[in-house]
């Protein structure tokens, strides 16, 4: 067993002891759960008036009334509860002095954050695994094209783990926990409001380059079912530069 | 197998340790003794490579802390000021995951748990969360941490803090155990500690050494005078005088009970033989005469004393704690 390994087993072990997982994971798929419901109700009253008007049997696209907008929704959810799930990664290891523990022991400070990192991801993967439950029991009662479903997928995945790695450099410069929570929270907002900025600069370069730093439309863009390069480049380098920021927080400790 | 050479670490405008050069052989227990805030813990830190020396090099079992980190880690077992446990994971869990960072696997793992679990008697606890145990049980497992891979090297902050005085007895016979074997450094503000379990001791005082000797060697240093103490049954009211005339007394110091007095003289001399004598000659009740030796805990107060009317004449000498000083 590498280090990592090692650190990615005791991380994950502790998740499942203490009841952060439960509690968070519950919140996730009830609220999963209840925009899924709203939606598909919202498609069958759309669905009603559509048959009255045209007296006949109407096509309602699920794809665009359910999914899209149930997806779009999760950025908020996520944007919510993700920093929860972090905010203890490092705070805690600070607050119990097990930090230096970890530290002074034969492993690379990269060992540290990426096991830290995979940890959480594979908590948060396996909690959006679980919703997929969702489109398969709508597949009984309805017909969709799930390609556009994948990529929302797709983009949940990397939104989250984007978002996981704000938590994680957050939770490495403090100890307190509800200050890294407050302070991923913070950052994330912010970088959603961006896309805000970028907007009001219109079709100009300087607006181009404000809008590409948002999360928003590169999201956007996988939740339509479009695959571009240009946002998977986005997602990944995002989360390299977040990795690496966590890194030099963490070695930074030392020299304080 | 550890040699400190210049270490200096300053902290802003603050500094911890201030050019401290010390060495400890193979198989040697030294001890670093110091009042609360003295650099002990910043010294251990720079040799655990937590974190740089701002000056100065020092390296353990050959490797320099500085350029090669990971070998030095290797090296040593670490037990920091605070037992560095996982409340969420049990002894077995916990101890597991130790040797899994330390690279150690299947078998030898088992073996390692088993051996480390015994010698600090946790094998009532090992299944139990680390959350539930008390102070004393979480020091062992720190304990038990550090001495899992067998290390070389150990560096122990304050080890016997938060252990009842049976518990305390039986983690200072286990240092004492590991001597020889292993290069050991134990920080400690218990004075008595030193003394049971150390070949050597380090005394550090606001971030400089002020003295490195064996236990009895200091004492001996800084003895000036040769005390005796008596105590009479009564006190007759020229007993001081007549004392103090005897050839080699130089002071004779009232005690606080009714017949008890502290005797300095000359040293290198013995009059104990002639203050028996003068006090059955008297009459006076001799009731118990010995030699007073000086404890580590004069040693160390006067040397720090003296550092701290050097340094800053304002400012009042260290003081120890009552509840500080355990002897077991």
């Not at chain 1, 990664?89 to 990269?110: M, Y």
């Not at chain 2, 006076?284 to 004393?305: H, I, N, P, Y």
């Amino acid at each position: 067993m590498t280090p990592v390994q090692a650190v990615i087993a005791k991380e994950l072990r502790i998740y499942f002891v203490s009841p952060i997982v439960y509690v968070v994971g519950a919140v996730f798929l009830l609220i999963f759960g209840l925009l899924s419901y709203l939606y598909v109700g919202f498609a069958g009253a759309q669905a009603i008036q559509l048959m009255q008007m045209q007296g006949g049997p109407a096509q309602i696209n699920l794809n665009d009334l359910v999914f899209r907008n149930l997806f779009a929704s999760m950025r908020i959810v996520l944007l919510i509860i993700l920093p929860i799930l972090t905010m203890r990664l490092f705070a805690e290891e600070r607050k119990l002095r097990t930090f230096e523990f970890l530290l002074t022991s034969p492993l690379r400070i990269n060992d540290i954050v990426i096991g830290k990192f995979i940890s959480v991801l594979v908590i948060y993967v396996g909690l959006v695994g679980l919703t997929t439950l969702v489109p398969t029991v709508l597949m009984l009662f309805s017909d969709f094209d799930w390609n556009p479903i994948w990529t929302g997928y797709l983009g949940m995945v990397l939104l989250g783990a984007l978002f996981l790695s704000v938590g994680l450099f957050a939770s490495a410069v403090t100890e307190n926990q509800i200050v890294a929570a407050f302070v991923s929270f913070g950052m994330l907002l912010t970088i959603w409001l961006i896309s805000g900025l970028g907007s009001l600069f219109g079709d100009t370069p300087a607006g181009r380059v404000i809008s590409y730093v948002s999360y928003m439309e590169h999201y956007d863009r996988l939740v339509r079912g479009l695959i571009d390069t240009s946002d998977l480049v986005y997602f990944g380098s995002g989360l390299v530069l977040m990795l690496f920021l966590t890194h030099r927080v963490v070695e930074s400790t030392r020299w304080k | 197998m550890i040699d400190v050479h210049n270490i200096t670490k300053r902290y802003g405008h603050h500094t911890a340790i201030d050019r401290v050069t010390f060495s400890v052989a193979k198989g040697e227990v030294l001890a670093f003794l110091g009042p609360n805030g003295a650099g002990k813990t910043t010294t251990m830190r720079i040799l655990t490579c937590f974190m740089p020396a701002t000056e100065g090099t020092a390296r353990v079992a050959g490797f320099d802390c500085t350029d090669h980190p990971l070998e030095v880690k290797r090296q040593i077992g670490y037990l920091p000021e605070t037992p560095p446990v996982y409340q969420e994971l049990t002894v077995t869990e916990y101890l597991t995951f130790v040797g899994q960072l330390r690279g150690i696997t299947g078998p030898a793992l088992t073996s390692a748990l088993d051996k480390s679990i015994g010698r600090l008697e946790l094998g009532t606890v090992r299944h139990r969360l680390i959350g539930n145990l008390s102070r004393g049980y979480r020091q062992r497992v720190g304990l038990a941490q550090a001495l899992l891979h067998d290390p070389p090297v150990l560096i122990l902050d304050e080890p016997t803090v938060g252990l009842d005085p049976k518990q305390i007895i039986e983690i200072r016979e286990l240092i004492k155990s590991l001597a020889g074997s292993h290069s050991v450094i134990l920080s400690t503000h218990i004075l008595p500690e030193a003394t049971a379990v150390c070949q050597r001791v380090v005394i550090i005082n606001k971030g400089r050494i002020v003295a490195e000797d064996t236990p009895e060697q200091l004492s001996a240093r800084l003895r000036q005078s040769e005390k005796v103490s008596l105590m009479l049954k009564s006190r007759p009211a020229d007993c001081e005088s007549k004392l103090q005339a005897i050839p080699g007394v130089l002071q004779v110091l009232p005690g606080q009970g009714g017949g008890t007095f502290l005797i300095e003289c000359e040293l290198g001399r013995d009059l104990r033989d002639e203050l028996a004598r003068v006090a059955v000659m008297n009459q006076w009740g001799l009731l118990e005469l010995r030699t007073v030796s000086m404890t580590l805990e004069d040693v160390f107060l006067q040397l720090t004393r003296h550092e701290d009317h050097s340094a800053e004449a304002t400012e009042t000498t260290v003081s120890m704690a009552p509840s500080e000083k355990t002897d077991a």
